[in-house]
């Protein structure tokens, strides 16, 4: 039952550099986020996709691209990688049920240098 | 757009006692979702409970129980009978359309 799977867990950038966190669920979830973590801030909202085809921004949605490739994947991309994008990056999935809860990756710490 | 504020950074509590994590927030919509998430130093994000906007009656999970005050947009949560493995950073989740958190709570719970 692997639920929510995140990859990679860590990595380091240079500025500038590009690179796409991928996440996957196999537990037939509309719902699809990704989150940012920062010391003080919580979890702030990138980009989430409520449905396969479709994505919205969230509350820090500048400097990130997204793509829900099909209902189990759902990518983040850093066109051009700056410091303040340092973070931990969670992606999660959720049912179409409002009350059910939402399953999380293990996140992914990312640097950038 | 909703907001979730966590007025606390830190809380700690002695082991056996009571303590009481708030969360207010701000929404125009009547029909939401309420939830608690731990989060231990694995980075796991675990739901501690959840509650039903339309539901008047507060949720209850064995030790951790919360107070929705619908009208006033507050919902705390109290763990009873702290334990040690309760330490972790709490965060507090509205849900309508999208899921938003709060900044967390950091809880400490002394031996």
């Known amino acids: 039952n692997a639920g929510v799977t995140q990859t990679p867990k860590f990595q380091v950038l240079k500025t500038g550099q590009s690179m796409t966190l991928q996440c996957a669920q196999d537990?037939?979830?509309?719902?699809m986020y990704w989150y940012r973590q920062d010391p003080g801030m919580g979890l702030r909202l990138i980009y989430y996709s409520a449905s396969e085809g479709t994505t919205d921004k969230g509350e820090v949605p500048n400097g990130y691209n997204v793509s829900r490739l099909n209902k189990r994947e759902f990518s983040l991309r850093l066109e051009s990688a700056a410091p303040s994008q340092t973070s931990v990056y969670f992606c999660?999935?959720?049912?179409?049920?409002?009350?059910?809860?939402?399953?999380f990756g293990q996140g992914t710490r990312l640097t950038v240098v | 757009a909703q907001t979730v504020t966590q007025s606390q950074p830190e809380m700690s509590v002695q082991e056996a006692e009571t303590v009481t994590l708030s969360c207010t927030y701000d929404t125009s919509e009547s029909d939401y979702y309420l939830f608690w998430y731990k989060q231990p130093p694995s980075r796991q994000m675990i739901l501690v409970i959840r509650?039903?906007?339309?539901?008047?009656q507060n949720a209850t999970e064995n030790r951790f129980s919360v107070n929705f005050q619908k009208a006033a947009k507050s919902f705390s949560l109290k763990i009873s009978d702290s334990q040690l493995g309760d330490a972790a950073m709490y965060f507090c989740a509205y849900m309508s359309y999208k899921l938003s958190f709060g900044a967390g709570t950091t809880v400490t719970v002394r031996a």
């Open positions: 537990m037939n979830h509309n719902s």
């Open positions: 509650q039903e906007a339309y539901k008047q």
């Open positions: 999660a999935s959720k049912a179409p049920s409002g009350v059910t809860e939402a399953f």
